[in-house]
């Protein structure tokens, strides 16, 4: 009897702090797709094309109230750009360039329910460069058979970026289920990220996420 009885009370007590768990803190992981570009001064920027790639991650919400909420995530991100343009060396007709970068980003976030499943979120992120590389692939016409030649190297250029970035970022988060949920955000860095070209230059991302949770 004492052994039912105490089997019932730590069901009991199970339940109750698994729904506390689900009522007061939200956690899980999330991955999508980056639509990344560099926006800034300079002539320059504005030739930069979108690039898309990915991001993966985890996070979790801590509600301090109902409709209120702190999040926290932990996130690899691709960003990036690419672009197209004539080369000053007479032997080669365009340049076509693609800049890989990837982040480990932390994002802190203000969450607030505004109707239903419906959360608009924003805040901050600090995000750490791991890697920048180029892949230039150079085009040229042959004048004795008349076909395009190209040639494709890789060059390395972390060193040109600021390693850690400073953003501001916002967002709409929708449930789909209790374990499912979609996500839009829109992200900008405050800092210049470039150190080579003059004036400024920010990392810009719309990032498009799905995401399971516990």
């Not at 702190?70 to 693609?98: M, P, T």
């Not at 109707?115 to 590389?133: K, N, P, R």
């Amino acid at each position: 009897m004492k052994l039912t009885s105490l089997a019932i009370i730590s069901l009991l007590f199970v339940s109750m702090t698994t729904n506390a768990q689900q009522e007061y803190f939200e956690y899980g992981f999330k991955g999508g797709v980056n639509l990344s570009s560099i926006s800034g001064d300079g002539d320059k920027v504005s030739n930069y094309d979108t690039k898309a790639s990915m991001n993966i991650g985890g996070y979790g919400l801590y509600k301090i109230l109902p409709k209120l909420g702190i999040q926290a995530e932990l996130l690899y991100s691709e960003q990036g750009f690419s672009e197209r343009f004539n080369s000053e060396n007479v032997n080669i007709d365009e340049i076509k360039s693609l800049t890989r970068m990837q982040y480990i980003n932390l994002p802190v976030l203000v969450s607030y329910n505004l109707i239903e499943q419906l959360w608009i979120e924003g805040g901050v992120q600090v995000g750490y460069l791991v890697d920048a590389e180029e892949e230039r692939e150079e085009r040229s016409i042959n004048n004795e058979s008349g076909q395009l030649d190209s040639a494709t190297k890789t060059i390395d250029q972390t060193s040109r970026y600021e390693g850690l970035e400073l953003g501001l970022l916002g967002g709409l988060r929708y449930k789909l289920s209790q374990n499912f949920m979609i996500q839009a955000r829109y992200e900008k860095s405050i800092n210049d990220i470039d150190k080579e070209l003059a004036g400024d230059q920010f990392n810009e991302v719309w990032s498009f996420s799905i995401g399971f949770l516990f």
